[in-house]
Each structure stands twice: as structure tokens, then as C-alpha cells.
């Protein structure tokens, strides 16, 4: 070993050197004075540290601090935590609550239905004369009930025979109504 | 794909819904036993004027329409010196009460306060002239 080499030196004080590695560093550190100084040096620094073990200082017993962390963990179990849930887009929403959706579409197709339906004429209702008179002298006008609720005839007799329609304007001028 | 599909329920359900407005119509008819007086203008009512009056031939002499406001008088010129005049009194839904007055030339020949409903007839039987019969039809139509 002809140059000065600290690497070594620590690895021999740390026990890492072996065989003729660890012969020829001896060897080294017999015949250098600078190099047994390094040598020296760290075998103070080890005794050192070995003779000052550092020491973790803790408030609590181990036991005493576990049972802590047992007890926090039995308060903490029925706490319910909110985890945040990504934003979903309508589309999203469809695809996810499909059921909503057919249940929604199905109540607006009965509701339109229904008011498609109303709007239908019905025949509820009948055609009825409420009020019918005639002013010609000698002439009736009568209401008639029919079985058929669409239909209604009104039955006006006595009213002036006429042989054609081209003496029908004669003949009804001369009436006195 | 479904906003596509809902969009186009939706516009169906829109133009299912129809648009409604009110005429009355009045119908001059000659009722006769004789063969061509037949009208195909008249084929609606052919069933039920045959049932009303017995004749087998009707023809259609003149007709009009005219779309119904409440409490304004209409007047129904329908040839042949007759006339119609119709108030509408009041309207529902499905049903309209009309105020009726027919008139040959100056001659009132009957009135008569109706409530029609719709595709309702309302069937005036009226002067005779040789064989035949003098029929009005009056209807409302949407």
C-alpha cells in the first residue's frame, strides 16, 4: 500500500477488510505514522459512541401508549367520513339512474295520454233543444227524443204546402207572423 | 341516445295534441222518393235522415260554415231564399249552446235554443213543397 488511503483504513476499523486486503492495510498502518493516527482516531470515535447508545425518550410506558392508540382507535371506528365523490355530468346521471328515468318517462306518457284522451270528444254528452217555438199562426214546432244521443229533430208542422220552391216566396210573403 | 329519445316523445306528444277551433255548419236538404236526388255531399247524414224522415233520396240545396264566437250573431246564407242565424250562447269543452233562427225570405219559420256537441245533428224539418220535405242540419265541428 504505497499512498495514504482513509477509505481503507475505515473499512479495516469497521471490520469490512479481509484476507490479503486486511494484511496489507495492517501492515500499512504499522509502518505510517499518519495512517496509525487515522486509525487511532476512529477507534476513539467507535468507543465513543459505543460507551453513549442514544436513548428515545417517551412519555408513556410502551404498554400505556398502546393502550392509548387501542382507545383511539375504538372512539374513532363509528365516525362516518365523507369521501368526496367525482362530479357526474347529466348524461352520467341518465346512464346510472336508469330507473328514475323510465319511471319519469313512463308517468309523462300516461299524463299526456291522459290529456289527449280529454281533449277527444266524448259522446257523454247530448244534442238537446232546450227552447223552440215558431210565430206562424197554426203552426207547431216539437222537440222529438230519439234513442241516438248525437242527433236531435225538431218537427215543424203545419207550416204551408207549396207545389215547388219558385212558389214558395209568394206563398210565405202573405203570412202574418 | 337517450336525450335523442326523450326530445323525440316529446315533439310527438306535442303534435298528438290538436289544434282545436268551433265552426257550425248548416245544411239546406231536400228529402224526396225520387230516384237522382242523391247527394254524396250528404253521405255523413245519409243514415240518419232516412232514419228521421223515411224518405230514400236527400239533396244537399245549399250549405255554409262559419266559425263560432261566442255572442256574435252569424248569419248562414243557404240559397234558396232561406237563411240561418246562429248566436252562441256559451261553450264548453265539448259543447256549445247555439240560439237558432230560420228564416224563409222575411219569415221566421222556427227558433230554438240548442246545445250541440260535437259532430252533433240537430235536424230541422220544415216547409213541404210538392212531395218532397224542407230538412235543415245544423252541426258543430272542430
Given at each position: 500500500?504505497?499512498?495514504?488511503?482513509?477509505?481503507r483504513?475505515s473499512?479495516?476499523?469497521?471490520?469490512?477488510l479481509?484476507g490479503?486486503?486486511r494484511?496489507?492495510?495492517?501492515?500499512h498502518?504499522?509502518h505510517?505514522?499518519?495512517?496509525?493516527?487515522?486509525?487511532?482516531?476512529?477507534?476513539?470515535?467507535?468507543?465513543?459512541?459505543a460507551a453513549?447508545?442514544?436513548?428515545?425518550?417517551?412519555?408513556?410506558s410502551?404498554?400505556?401508549?398502546?393502550?392509548k392508540?387501542?382507545?383511539?382507535?375504538?372512539?374513532?371506528?363509528?365516525?362516518?367520513?365523507?369521501?368526496?365523490?367525482?362530479r357526474?355530468?347529466?348524461?352520467d346521471?341518465?346512464?346510472v339512474?336508469?330507473?328514475?328515468?323510465a319511471?319519469?318517462?313512463?308517468?309523462?306518457?300516461v299524463?299526456?295520454?291522459?290529456?289527449?284522451?280529454?281533449?277527444?270528444?266524448?259522446?257523454?254528452?247530448a244534442v238537446?233543444?232546450?227552447r223552440?217555438?215558431t210565430?206562424?199562426?197554426?203552426?207547431?214546432?216539437t222537440?222529438?227524443?230519439?234513442?241516438?244521443?248525437?242527433?236531435?229533430?225538431?218537427?215543424?208542422?203545419?207550416?204551408e204546402?207549396?207545389?215547388d220552391?219558385?212558389q214558395?216566396?209568394?206563398?210565405?210573403?202573405n203570412?202574418?207572423? | 341516445?337517450?336525450m335523442?329519445?326523450?326530445?323525440?316523445l316529446?315533439?310527438?306528444l306535442?303534435?298528438?295534441l290538436p289544434?282545436?277551433?268551433?265552426?257550425?255548419?248548416?245544411?239546406?236538404?231536400?228529402?224526396?222518393?225520387?230516384?237522382?236526388?242523391?247527394d254524396?255531399?250528404?253521405?255523413?247524414?245519409q243514415?240518419?235522415?232516412?232514419e228521421?224522415?223515411?224518405?230514400?233520396f236527400?239533396q244537399?240545396?245549399?250549405?255554409?260554415?262559419?266559425?263560432?264566437?261566442?255572442?256574435?250573431?252569424?248569419?248562414?246564407d243557404?240559397?234558396?231564399?232561406?237563411?240561418?242565424?246562429?248566436?252562441?250562447?256559451?261553450?264548453?269543452?265539448h259543447?256549445?249552446?247555439?240560439?237558432l233562427e230560420?228564416?224563409y225570405?222575411?219569415?221566421?219559420?222556427?227558433?230554438s235554443?240548442?246545445k250541440?256537441?260535437?259532430?252533433?245533428?240537430l235536424?230541422?224539418?220544415?216547409?213541404?213543397?210538392?212531395?218532397?220535405w224542407i230538412?235543415l242540419?245544423?252541426?258543430?265541428r272542430?
Amino acid at each position: 500500500m504505497k499512498s495514504h488511503n482513509i477509505e481503507r483504513i475505515s473499512a479495516l476499523a469497521d471490520g469490512e477488510l479481509k484476507g490479503l486486503s486486511r494484511w496489507l492495510t495492517q501492515r500499512h498502518v504499522r509502518h505510517c505514522p499518519q495512517c496509525a493516527d487515522e486509525f487511532a482516531r476512529i477507534e476513539r470515535v467507535r468507543e465513543t459512541l459505543a460507551a453513549c447508545p442514544p436513548v428515545v425518550e417517551m412519555s408513556d410506558s410502551a404498554d400505556f401508549f398502546w393502550s392509548k392508540v387501542r382507545r383511539e382507535i375504538a372512539a374513532r371506528e363509528q365516525e362516518t367520513i365523507s369521501i368526496p365523490m367525482p362530479r357526474l355530468s347529466f348524461a352520467d346521471w341518465l346512464q346510472v339512474n336508469r330507473g328514475i328515468l323510465a319511471t319519469v318517462t313512463s308517468a309523462l306518457v300516461v299524463v299526456a295520454g291522459s290529456i289527449v284522451m280529454l281533449q277527444q270528444p266524448t259522446r257523454s254528452g247530448a244534442v238537446m233543444v232546450e227552447r223552440v217555438d215558431t210565430v206562424i199562426p197554426n203552426t207547431v214546432a216539437t222537440p222529438l227524443k230519439g234513442a241516438e244521443s248525437d242527433v236531435a229533430v225538431i218537427w215543424v208542422s203545419g207550416l204551408e204546402w207549396t207545389p215547388d220552391l219558385d212558389q214558395m216566396q209568394e206563398c210565405f210573403d202573405n203570412i202574418e207572423t | 341516445m337517450i336525450m335523442r329519445w326523450i326530445a323525440t316523445l316529446s315533439l310527438s306528444l306535442l303534435l298528438a295534441l290538436p289544434a282545436r277551433a268551433a265552426n257550425v255548419q248548416a245544411r239546406l236538404i231536400r228529402a224526396s222518393n225520387e230516384s237522382g236526388k242523391s247527394d254524396t255531399s250528404l253521405s255523413d247524414l245519409q243514415v240518419k235522415l232516412k232514419e228521421k224522415f223515411g224518405y230514400k233520396f236527400y239533396q244537399q240545396l245549399g250549405a255554409q260554415q262559419q266559425p263560432l264566437k261566442t255572442g256574435t250573431k252569424l248569419q248562414l246564407d243557404l240559397g234558396q231564399n232561406f237563411q240561418v242565424f246562429v248566436t252562441p250562447k256559451s261553450s264548453d269543452k265539448h259543447e256549445q249552446s247555439l240560439e237558432l233562427e230560420w228564416y224563409y225570405g222575411k219569415t221566421l219559420l222556427v227558433r230554438s235554443v240548442v246545445k250541440i256537441v260535437e259532430n252533433g245533428h240537430l235536424l230541422v224539418k220544415g216547409p213541404e213543397v210538392g212531395n218532397d220535405w224542407i230538412v235543415l242540419a245544423v252541426s258543430v265541428r272542430n
